[in-house]
Structure formats: structure tokens, C-alpha cells
């Protein structure tokens, strides 16, 4: 089978439009918005946004956002780290692989990974073989945080 292409999503109307079929559309997204209308923001910029097309319809949608080492508080040697939210598939496009896809993508830029699941998708985390974070408290307040790492990298010891 032909790979699915993942794309990096460029910030304009068209974009945003498409956004609002997911369920997760939020401040982010209207930031976006209001950022593009003040100019702020140059239309077909860059944003953090990678998604999947299947024809015109973007159907499955994912954040990723590189954090800088010296904010690495669960991965040891500390280092460069990518964040993972809003990772999503549109109903009628779940079951065909296009979820694991997306992180598959994210695990080739060789970093170690941090999401925080949403209730229910557990199962699909532990199938793309991240495993909970051991929880302090400082660190996590309300969050249940999940990682992955790539060889060589281990998760820093809570102190
Ligand atoms: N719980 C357990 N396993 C799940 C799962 C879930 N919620 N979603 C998918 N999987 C499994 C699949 O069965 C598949 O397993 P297989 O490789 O053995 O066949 C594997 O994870 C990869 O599935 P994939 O087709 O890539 O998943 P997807 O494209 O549907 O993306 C989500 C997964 C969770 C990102 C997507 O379904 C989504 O956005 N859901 C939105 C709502 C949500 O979180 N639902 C959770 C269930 S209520």
C-alpha cells in the first residue's frame, strides 16, 4: 500500500475553515484566525499543524511543537523534545490508519514525545507504544501525560 502523505498545514482561511469539523477546535485555532484578519500573522505562514488529505477533505489533523532542552523536565539527557495535542481523525475516516500515520510522522524526527490523551484513546497510545509518565505533581498539576522515547533516551527520575 502507497504511504498517506502527511503535510505541514499553512495558516489561511481555507485551512481554518477546514478546522472546524474537528471537535477540538478552539482558542487555538480562533487565535489563528484573529491573527490572520490583523495581519499579525501573513497568510499561508507556517503553523503547527500537520494533517492528512483524502481527496480535498482534510480529515485527520495533529499539533507538534519542538521544545527547547533547557525546558526538558522528563527526558534524560535532557534535550530537544516534541509536543504532541490535538492529534484527531474525522469519524468517518477513524479505523484506517490515518491516526497511527500521523504520529508514525512525529516518531521520524527521532525526538522523544509528550501528548496528553484524551479519555478513551488510551488504547491507541499504548499501540504506538508510549506509556505513562510517572506523575509529579510540580510537574503534571492536573495532567496525565504520556511519552515516548527513541533509543538511547530514558525518562528523568522523579525526584
Ligand atoms: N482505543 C483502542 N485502540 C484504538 C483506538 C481506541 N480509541 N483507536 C484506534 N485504536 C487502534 C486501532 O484498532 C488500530 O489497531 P490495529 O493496528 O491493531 O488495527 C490502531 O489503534 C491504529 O488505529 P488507526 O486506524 O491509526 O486509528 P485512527 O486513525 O482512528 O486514529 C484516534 C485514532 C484516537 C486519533 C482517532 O480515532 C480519533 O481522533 N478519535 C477521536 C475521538 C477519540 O478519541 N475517540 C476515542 C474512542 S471514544
Not at 504520529?103 to 501528548?115: D, H, M, S
Amino acid at each position: 500500500m502507497q504511504q498517506v502523505k502527511v503535510e505541514r498545514l499553512l495558516v489561511n482561511y481555507k485551512t481554518l475553515e477546514k478546522f472546524k469539523r474537528f471537535k477540538e477546535y478552539g482558542n487555538q485555532e480562533l487565535s489563528m484566525l484573529e491573527d490572520l484578519e490583523s495581519n499579525i500573522i501573513e497568510n499561508d505562514s507556517e503553523s503547527p499543524f500537520f494533517g492528512i488529505y483524502y481527496g480535498n477533505a482534510l480529515v485527520a489533523r495533529m499539533s507538534l511543537y519542538r521544545v527547547d532542552a533547557k525546558y526538558d523536565q522528563y527526558f534524560t539527557p535532557p534535550q530537544d523534545y516534541l509536543e504532541l495535542w490535538k492529534l484527531e481523525v474525522l469519524p468517518d475516516y477513524q479505523g484506517r490508519g490515518y491516526g497511527s500515520r500521523l504520529v508514525e510522522f512525529a516518531k521520524e524526527y527521532n525526538l522523544p514525545i509528550k501528548t496528553n490523551p484524551r479519555i478513551n484513546s488510551h488504547g491507541f497510545w499504548e499501540k504506538m507504544g508510549f506509556k505513562k509518565a510517572k506523575y509529579n505533581m510540580e510537574r503534571d498539576l492536573g495532567e496525565n501525560p504520556l511519552i515516548w522515547t527513541p533509543e538511547g533516551v530514558a525518562e528523568q527520575s522523579v525526584s
